[in-house]
């Protein structure tokens, strides 16, 4: 397991998966170790994945000062994993909460950024929320399936701060309720990092005016990917984050969910790579 130190001195853990060019893949959570991320569906058999454990999680270290977790403070880990790489520029995979540190990385240091995928990725950096109603509604495109009937109350009640999170409503974000979904949720409170999630978005952390404008300068090719079924973000937001971007593609995975790589790996990884490619 190879490691790199942080500008803090933070000791640092990333994995490599695979064969070819590298491909730094940055997870979310937020604030998840990149474990969950396996091989992305097969995609390490066409790339080296290089896939950061953010402070605190994974094999990284805790740093000394945890208001080092909020996500702007993060962008010099990614940065210090790139001069460990010995890589002028590289391509940038992000899912979920990780794309605001990819959107925050690239609106930093734009040069350095060859070509980013934002698979399922929370917009907050730009200034756009996942609402609950668009969880819902997204929701409600599986009423069909045997375990929403006793899933959807929970998740209503949750959404709306009235219950608590329930394993029960785990199949919404998931486009495929099947034995490798249920082994992929039930690792994820052992792989997450509570507390430093809690502060990854604290204030001060997204300062969205000024992203969206550097964001607007960067040459660099951008591939924005959303799940059909997926409602964190529903297609059409994740749409209205390709347009923050000049050089942006997207797409959507049918029948995909939070994590499209599970849900239909031919599909996500021949997506993913024929971006790469180009």
Known sequence: MPN????????????QRGEGEPLLVLPG????????LGDLGGLGARRRLVLLDLRGTGDSAEPADPATYRCDRLVDDVEALRLHLGLERMDVLAHSAGGNLAMLYAARYPERIARLALITATPWAVGMS?????????????????????AFPAFEAWLAESGDWDPVFEPFFYGRWDDAARAHAA??????????????????????????????????PVLVCAGELDGGPRP??????????????FA?????????WLDDPGWFTARVEAFLAR
């Open 236 to 249: 059409e937001l994740a749409r209205r984050v390709a347009d923050v971007f000049p050089a942006a593609e």
């Open 29 to 36: 959570g937020a604030m998840r170790a990149s474990a969950y």
């Open 130 to 150: 996942v609402r609950g109603e668009d969880r819902l509604a997204a929701a409600r495109l599986r009423k069909g399936e045997p375990w929403f009937e006793e």
């Open 187 to 220: 690792g994820g409170e052992e792989q997450t990092n509570d507390e430093a999630g809690d502060r990854y978005g604290a204030a001060g952390a997204y300062d969205p005016p000024a992203t969206r404008a550097a964001l607007a300068e960067l040459t660099a």
């Open 4 to 15: 790199f130190s942080a500008p803090d001195g933070t000791e640092l853990a990333y994995h």
């Open 252 to 260: 959507v995975q049918p029948g995909g969910g939070h994590y499209p």
